[in-house]
């Protein structure tokens, strides 16, 4: 971890983010309008690009801010590397660790709302906490009106899910702070002093060779392994321009490899009868594409 902390007089807790990029110019610049109009800004933001074909307007745009780091990778050593690689320019005093993507985009009251959320003592076995992901369209730069993921759950033959996906988001969601199996791997907030307790190894809070897929959930089972909780506050709101689309067989056959492969790793790494599921999963769309 990085040894030197920025000077930061005014505010107690030291809150940082990393943001890894692949050719993200357009929804990048949306997220960083987010983050800038925070209530509450963040102390650093480093941004980890890998490997996009042109990437000079991270310099252009942002290098002047001195609460930005831009790390500039030759190629594309995947989402969960790029967070390692992010992870070294941390403070190793930082207080929360804000993992976003460059399509998801904060409500202005986010990080002040999620960070007093986490110092309340009823709260501090809490890892990391998310709130409502909501669609927006890129293409229209309109909200979609449908839920994106409020926190990930498992059905009981082994499938993981974006809870209420699809449906249609309403203002008057009641309800508290509740404890979910794993969050969005989009927008995570975290406590740094959790992720410490699960690293891999030196820098290494995400399994390299998972590339990008199902690493969120990885991450979410070995926080709780080690007795912390993962909150879903309904509070929190942010908007995500999800990739994956819900028809699965118009996601690149690649793509849909990737992610049947973690899914094997991940019930192997927690030595789960559902692990069978996975293999079935997996052969599925090997043999028949599907």
């Known amino acids: 971890m990085a040894e030197l902390r920025k000077e930061n007089l005014n505010q107690k807790k030291f809150c940082a983010a990393i943001i890894v990029t692949h050719n993200s110019q357009e929804c990048l610049s949306l997220c960083m309008k987010a983050l800038f109009a925070q209530t ?30 831009i790390c500039l990778l030759k190629s594309n050593v995947g989402f969960c ?44 076995k809490v890892a990391a906490v998310s709130g409502w992901l909501l669609g927006f369209d890129l293409e229209h730069q309109q909200e979609t009106g449908n839920i994106d993921s409020s926190g990930i759950f498992r059905s009981w033959y082994g499938r993981w899910f974006d809870r209420y996906q699809g449906e249609r988001y309403r203002e008057d969601w009641k309800g508290g702070v509740e404890f979910v199996p794993a969050l969005c791997g989009a927008l995570m907030f975290c406590r740094y002093s959790a992720l410490e307790s699960v690293l891999l190894g030196p820098n290494q809070i995400m399994d390299p060779s998972f590339y990008m897929y199902k690493e969120d959930i990885d991450l979410s089972v070995r ?68």
């Open 81 to 124: 590397q790029g967070n390692n690689i992010g992870l070294s320019y941390i403070p190793s005093d930082t207080d929360y660790l804000l993992f976003l993507n460059p399509d998801t985009f904060l409500t202005p009251h986010f990080i002040q709302d999620a960070l007093a959320l986490m110092d309340k003592e009823a709260f501090e």
């Open 223 to 290: 926080l709780r392994q080690q007795g912390w909780v993962l909150g879903f506050d309904p509070q929190l709101k942010a908007y995500h321009c999800r990739g994956w689309k819900k028809d699965r067989t118009k996601v690149a056959r690649h793509f849909r490899l990737i992610s049947a492969r973690n899914e094997m790793k991940l019930y192997r790494r927690m030595k789960s009868p559902f692990y069978l599921y996975a293999v079935l999963k997996y052969s599925m769309v090997k043999i028949f594409d599907l």
């Open 40 to 69: 509450r800004l963040l102390d650093l933001i480093v941004i980890i690009d890998s490997g996009s074909t042109d990437a000079s307007y991270l310099k252009l745009d942002y290098l002047s801010d001195p609460s930005v780091k």
